[in-house]
Structures are given as structure tokens and as C-alpha cells.
Nanobody
Framework: QVQLVESGGGLVQAGDSLRLSCAAS????????VGWFRQRPGKERELVAS????????RYGDSVKGRFTIARDNAENTVFLQMNSLKPEDTAVYYC??????????????WGQGTQVTVSS
């Protein structure tokens, strides 16, 4: 199937930047969309940004528009989430997820293990 591995999280100060990476392997030809989700303490998991597997149609949650950018490196089967002007409320575990044409487009069935992002004030 599809395997996803996130990296790039860490502890930063408010206003700093981080870039998260999501490396996909396995049957990547099945992927149609990749999304970055986050789960903040005491909150439900939310979709932060998504992109089609060919690198098109980037979409963002309202809370990150203008600060985060999602992009794909086609050669490396990697999706990045560039996070700028980070705020303490961005503190969360960030997950990369993908759908697959075999399970249903838009159905995020494959998930990475998550990477912690902590933003101090």
C-alpha cells in the first residue's frame, strides 16, 4: 500500500518558521491527494492544507491561510508544509495523510506517525 513518514517538527518561538516533510513510498501511483492535518491539545483533528498528487490545487484551512504553504517535490515523492509566522496556537501534532484511488478519492486512509510542533510565546 502506501507508507508516509513525516519529519521536520520541533520547538520554535512565535514568529519563527518550520518546514515539515512527508515522504511517501510504496504504491504511490495510487495517491490522488495528500493532506496535512493537525491535532491541537484538547481539540479535534483538523485539515490544515491539502494538495493533489501532481502538485496542483493547494487548499488551506482559514487559520493558516497566508502563513502556510503546501507543495510537492515530484522527483522525491515528498510533500512539504512550509510554516511561517508561527503562533503558539499552531502547537500540535502534525500528520500527513493520503487517499488512494483504490479506497476512494478524498478518503484519507493512509497516515504517517505524526510530528510534534511546539511554538513558544
Amino acid at each position: 500500500q502506501v507508507q508516509l513518514v513525516e519529519s521536520g517538527g520541533g520547538l520554535v518561538q512565535a514568529g519563527d518558521s518550520l518546514r515539515l516533510s512527508c515522504a511517501a513510498s510504496g504504491r504511490t501511483f495510487l495517491i490522488r491527494n495528500v493532506g496535512w492535518f493537525r491535532q491541537r491539545p484538547g481539540k479535534e483533528r483538523e485539515l490544515v492544507a491539502s494538495i493533489t498528487w501532481n502538485g496542483g490545487m493547494p487548499r488551506y484551512g482559514d487559520s493558516v491561510k497566508g502563513r502556510f504553504t503546501i507543495a510537492r517535490d515530484n522527483a522525491e515523492n515528498t510533500v512539504f508544509l512550509q510554516m511561517n509566522s508561527l503562533k503558539p496556537e499552531d502547537t500540535a501534532v502534525y500528520y500527513c495523510a493520503s487517499d488512494s484511488i483504490s479506497n476512494g478519492i478524498g478518503r484519507y486512509d493512509y497516515w504517517g506517525q505524526g510530528t510534534q510542533v511546539t511554538v513558544s510565546s
